[in-house]
């Protein structure tokens, strides 16, 4: 995804986060961009395709 900025004013743009950064975990949930900021934690999650499908077959079956 382009153009994904921090939400806090006067930081600028998100950058996707390397693989090697992340856990397995992270890298089934979805692609994950951290604020390059210095001293902002700021990240986000965009979920993965399989996340979505599981999502909403428990959100189906919870009918």
Avoid at 18 to 32: I, N, S
């Amino acid at each position: 995804m382009d153009n994904l900025k921090c939400p806090y004013e006067n930081h600028g743009q998100l950058e996707k986060r390397p693989l090697k950064r992340q856990t397995y975990e992270q890298m089934y949930c979805g692609d994950w961009y951290d604020c390059t900021y210095p001293g902002c934690n700021y990240s986000l999650l965009i979920p993965s395709e399989e996340i979505l499908k599981l999502y909403a077959r428990e959100a189906k079956a919870s009918e």
